[in-house]
């Protein structure tokens, strides 16, 4: 399998940096027996200089590098794959709409989604109501001065038709399989004790409304061609912002409604959808847990997804040791002007999430927004700093691909939908890896070299193995052919 972003029509639409790879990209061999074949491998520098490139073999080890080996086995089968992606949020639907031209726009798309010519992100999130990177603050049933509305009489999904729909329309036109999940940020203020879209929790008389009005939800993505595959209850429970839609919803709550409200209401309507627990961040593994040692709520749990923002990526195989019936998946993380692009959040991505993220069990990893503007927006309350996949200009039109850009790359350009993860063991802590086989059969290694050192890697596979150098902070991804 040469790797889909490399086809001749990829040439139409990938980055500079990707066209000058493609060029170059044939298969490369080396002088062991031919029952294996390396395609190519790619690589991107911590600074940036590089990204995704095609590098060469090394015919021998270099005397000024260490060796480590990387090691392969294709007989341990782990977790089955979903992909990558990013959130198609107000903020980024309304870029993608209203200042790209229609061209600029199907270019774009074709680059972010194709899963033939791009980089085939096979996985997105939907807001239901408004988030932080919204123009305005709303829900799909706001009345007038809060009055509670238990029937759903007010409800519109009109918010939603301004931008997200058309746009994720658009997306689906291109990779009809792109999985979507949806996060409210708030129910509407008239079910909360804050009687606002901001901060409070939710009524207790009203979480029969609330469950209606998830399903109404869900329903008007559906009924406008956008199949919602996960949901979850709560974007970030445990937090109340101050000045966004926000809501605290403790773990008790979500089991209650989840087994008891939420889970049969869905089941009612007939619908697909699964329900993903938590949906917040590392630090409190303790909070899935204690949902899932409820058996009526575990019932209607399908996996619990994970946020970036405290704690360490191993709280995910703490909770799947003790429920290995539930899925992990990763929901959230967004860069930003906190840390440096080139080295900090490109090291940091690639060491935790691309990496860190699927050996820890997660199905698919989301970044926050697919697309802000030079001013890290729009957006109303919230995060002011916070970096998109790709940045489009809001004066010129013009699109910057960002470190985050590359980081999903290095996945979702090479594994395929329904991969599986594969065994694969580092002889130096400092090299962290991670390997999938595709349903062709073919292997990606995705390598980072976390280290202080620059090193020469030692790839070994059904008895075949390549050498080739990786700087410190550099990551490569390796496409290995494997015989049928």
């Not at 270019?107 to 932080?132: K, M, N, Q």
């Not at 923002?309 to 290995?324: C, H, I, K, S």
């Not at 080739?468 to 496409?479: D, E, H, P, R, Y």
Request: with cysteine; aromatic share 10%.
């Amino acid at each position: 399998m040469i790797p889909r972003a490399f086809s001749y029509k990829a040439l139409l639409v990938a980055p500079l940096a990707a066209i000058v790879s493609a060029c170059q990209a044939v298969p490369v061999t080396s002088e062991a027996p031919q029952s294996a074949i390396l395609a190519g491998i790619w690589m991107t520098t911590a600074n940036g200089d590089s990204r995704l490139e095609r590098v060469e073999l090394e015919a021998a080890p270099s005397g000024e590098r260490r060796r480590v080996d990387v090691a392969i086995n294709t007989d341990v089968r782990s977790q089955k794959m979903i992909g990558v992606g990013a959130a198609m949020t107000d903020a980024s639907a309304i870029l993608f709409q209203d200042y790209l031209s229609a061209d600029q726009r199907s270019d774009l798309f074709r680059e972010l989604f194709d899963p033939h010519t791009g980089l085939g992100l096979s996985f997105t999130r939907v807001v239901i109501g408004a988030s932080d990177f919204s123009s305005r603050h709303y829900s799909l049933d706001d009345t007038p001065y809060n009055q509670p509305d238990p029937n759903l009489e007010h409800f519109s999904f009109e918010p939603a038709e301004a931008a997200v729909l058309p746009m994720m329309k658009e997306a689906l036109q291109i990779n009809p399989q792109l999985v979507v999940m949806a996060t409210p940020w708030s129910p509407p203020a008239w079910m909360k004790t804050s009687d606002s879209l901001i901060k409070g929790t939710l009524r207790v008389d009203a979480y029969g409304s609330f469950s209606d009005y998830l399903v109404k939800s869900i329903g008007g993505f559906e009924a406008a061609g956008v199949h919602i595959d996960y949901v979850s209850l709560q974007n970030e429970p445990d937090f109340e912002p101050a000045d966004y839609p926000g809501m605290r919803l403790s773990a008790e709550q979500r089991a209650d409604l989840i087994g008891n409200y939420v889970g049969p209401a869905i089941s009612r309507a007939g619908l697909s959808t699964k329900i993903l627990d938590w949906d917040h961040n590392w630090d409190q593994p303790q909070q899935p847990l204690e949902v899932l040692s409820d058996p009526e709520a575990a019932a209607h749990v399908s996996g619990v997804a994970w946020h970036c923002y405290a704690g360490e990526v191993d709280a995910q195989e703490l909770v799947r040791q003790q429920f290995p019936d539930k899925d992990v998946f990763f929901t959230e993380c967004s860069g930003g002007e906190w840390s440096r692009e080139w080295p900090d959040a490109w090291s940091w991505m690639m060491k935790n999430l691309v990496i860190g993220s699927t050996r820890n069990w997660a199905r698919g990893v989301l970044l926050w927004n697919l697309a802000l503007d030079e001013n890290h927006g729009p957006h109303l309350g919230g995060c002011s700093d916070c970096r998109g996949v790709v940045t489009i200009d809001s004066e010129t039109s013009n699109i910057n691909r960002n470190a985050e850009y590359y980081a999903l790359a290095h996945y979702s350009k090479f594994v395929e939908p329904d991969a599986y993860r594969i065994d694969v063991d580092s002889s130096d802590p400092g090299v962290e890896a991670v390997a999938f086989q595709n349903p062709d059969g073919s292997v990606a290694l995705i390598a980072f070299n976390s280290g202080e050192d620059d090193l020469t890697l030692d790839m070994k596979i059904a008895g075949q193995s390549w050498l080739v150098g990786i700087g410190q902070g550099s990551a490569i991804t390796a496409l290995i052919e494997l015989p049928e």
